[in-house]
């Protein structure tokens, strides 16, 4: 048998007050399971904690010093049980990003809220979508926010933003059209992120049949990294996020291709595990987190504030 914490805190109780009967009405206890609580102590230490002087328990020299222990010791569990009660703002979250959540819009969110709330720490793991639902699932984090849909029957998923995908390319001599057919792009040099980007997903399936016609000329995981091929490599293309290429397609680095026919955007989502606990930082942070999606992506999204 272990010493319990309802033990230690009777016996501190006892060793201030004196009298069984006032420490269990203090405890809503009988006397007798408050008596019982420090014989099952004292059994436990193999020593006697308490002598009875005129009717008052007193300690002895052992139950001097393991009060001398152990007091400290409850007064901090108190503390950090009042922390926790009240822990709104302070507290650790871990979340899941997909690439380019992560890379152009979720740092600026975590630095903004960790700044206004410094006790609270967020951690950020950086994954494409499929493997984010899957931290999820497994529990690996405790929020996600990911691009484009994903099948995740023990997860709610929430609606945060809509991002617009572009047709880009570094090769001035394919804008000489204002419009292109895609039919006529697909033996182009495809420089597409890697199987189970929300990105790639989504653009394969807007483009439906033509997919198994398209020459993927190279798969890379970031989307930076797609962007100096396409600078480099004549007659390269890809689908990436406007947000990605914005300051590119301002400078005249890249250039956008209108394809006939075709819209390319996907939804950003927001996702967790259905029975996950929802604490109040937990429920404060997803809260301000879709709000300034909305903001920096120009959509209110009022139905999921």
Known sequence: MRITLRQMELFLEVAK?????????KFN??????????????SILGCKLFERIQKKLI???????????????????????????????KGKLIIGCSTTIA??????????????Y?????????????????????GAIDIGYIEGDINCNNCIITPIGKDELVVVTG??????????????????????????????SEFIRKIGKFANDLNIYLELRHTEAIINVLKEVEDSLSCVSKIAVKKYLERGELYELKIKGFE?????????????????????????????????????????L
Request: aromatic fraction near 12%; include cysteine.
């Open 118 to 138: 410094p006790e609270v720490k967020i951690q950020m793991k950086i994954a494409n979508t499929a493997e984010i639902a899957k931290m999820t699932q497994e």
């Open 171 to 200: 090769d001035k001599s394919l804008t000489k059209k204002k419009e292109h057919y895609i039919d006529t792009l697909l033996d182009k040099k495809w420089i597409l992120r890697e199987e189970g980007s929300g990105t790639r």
């Open 264 to 304: 390319f955007g996907r939804e950003f989502y927001q996702i967790f595990y259905k029975s996950k606990y929802q604490s109040e930082l937990f429920k404060k942070f997803s809260f301000y987190a879709r709000s300034r999606f909305a903001q920096i992506l120009g959509d209110r999204y009022a139905e999921s």
């Open 103 to 116: 890379d152009y819009i979720m740092p600026h969110i975590v630095c903004e809220y960790m700044h206004e």
């Open 29 to 42: 206890l009988s006397q007798s399971a408050v008596s019982m609580a420090l014989k099952e102590l004292e």
């Open 17 to 25: 007050i004196g009298h069984l009967t006032q420490v269990a009405k």
């Open 59 to 89: 300690l002895n020299e052992k139950g001097r010093a393991f009060y001398e222990e152990i007091e400290p010791l409850i007064y901090r569990l108190r503390d950090i049980e009042s922390e926790f009660m009240q822990m709104e703002n």
